[in-house]
């Protein structure tokens, strides 16, 4: 609102329709009958999370709570992908050929990646972690939703201008040789190949991106729009910095880093996911070894495959 703070008698924008206490829940689960007053409060008080109650079980009757957990896990899958076959089951009795059938299958495919649950996959385990989470009122965090969203705009700026280079830098080597037989660090990069760069990066999250959304989101901590603002700007503002001095960063290890960084203010170590963050840092140490493994091994067959012929 600016300067129009200084006029006397304001009226401070709020969301929300009247006097209703909640816009959207930003602290709902599927676990949780009422999680805004079971979990921690603004003040930090801890409290124990309430979980749901689906049956009436006879006391001490465990193997019995965790068939319902079981159960519930897997009709929550199952809701999940039965949804997005649903255009398929309506022509499954229509002939392959069928140009209906045909649509349903490419709609399908071409939104496979966008219709991902990356949200409601989490587990009791992982609802655990979420109820460490200090809770803020959700019309605080509704306000930040746009916020957040031009911060992901310019997340979306920083990876571009940090990854698509990682991508296109060796593409271009590579053309430019052999188009010229010389390539240099001052060789300008085609127009075209920053283009395709783009699309490529736009198709890899279409597509598979889900992947990397479900475990950076929600399997680590519990995200809100204030907090994913926060993780959002200071990667970006990391990423883009770094772009711009030519240091050499990883835009995944530096929104990982933010994401901690975030859930380290709630106060509770017992917030952040560490066994998931612990298979992040082992892909990490992993990758580049198994990859040099993986292409010396190609290497290698290409260079000893059987030939034919006189040998010189």
């Not at 997340?155 to 830098?169: F, R, T």
Request: charged fraction near 20%.
């Amino acid at each position: 609102m600016g300067p129009l703070l200084r006029k006397e008698g304001y009226k401070l924008y709020y969301p929300g329709k009247g006097d209703a206490p909640i816009v959207t829940d930003y602290y709902s689960s599927e676990y949780q009958a009422s999680p805004t007053t079971s979990l921690r409060s603004g003040k930090g008080s801890l409290e124990k999370a309430a979980f749901r109650k689906t049956e009436e079980f006879p006391a001490g009757d465990t193997d019995a709570i965790h068939r319902t957990n079981e159960a519930s896990d897997t009709q929550m899958n199952h809701d999940d992908q039965s949804s997005h076959a649903e255009d398929l089951a309506k022509v499954d009795a229509l002939p392959w050929a069928h140009p209906k059938r045909i649509y349903a299958t490419i709609k399908l495919v071409l939104t496979y990646g966008i219709t991902r649950d990356v949200i409601k996959h989490q587990s009791r385990g992982l609802d655990d972690v979420h109820a460490r989470a200090i809770v803020y009122e959700n019309k605080v965090e509704h306000l930040w939703t746009t916020a957040q969203v031009c911060t992901a705009m310019l997340m979306s700026i920083a990876h571009g201008a940090n990854d698509v280079s990682n991508a296109i830098g060796p593409f271009t080597t590579e053309y430019e040789t052999w188009k010229s037989g010389v390539t240099s660090a001052k060789t300008d990069t085609p127009t075209w190949i920053k283009a395709v760069g783009g699309l490529g990066l736009g198709f890899g999250f279409w597509t598979f991106g889900y992947h990397i959304m479900r475990s950076l989101g929600n399997k680590i901590t519990k995200h809100t729009p204030t907090r994913g603002y926060s993780m959002e700007l200071a990667a970006a503002i990391t990423v883009l910095l770094a772009s711009r001095l030519g240091l050499p960063v990883s835009t995944t290890q530096c929104i990982t880093g933010a994401i901690i960084g975030v859930a380290l203010t709630n106060g509770d170590l017992k917030s952040i996911n560490w066994k998931q963050l612990g298979k992040i840092f082992l892909g990490w140490v992993l990758t580049v070894p198994c990859a040099g493994l993986i292409s010396g091994i190609i290497m290698g067959m290409c260079l000893n495959v059987p030939r034919w012929g006189p040998r010189p």
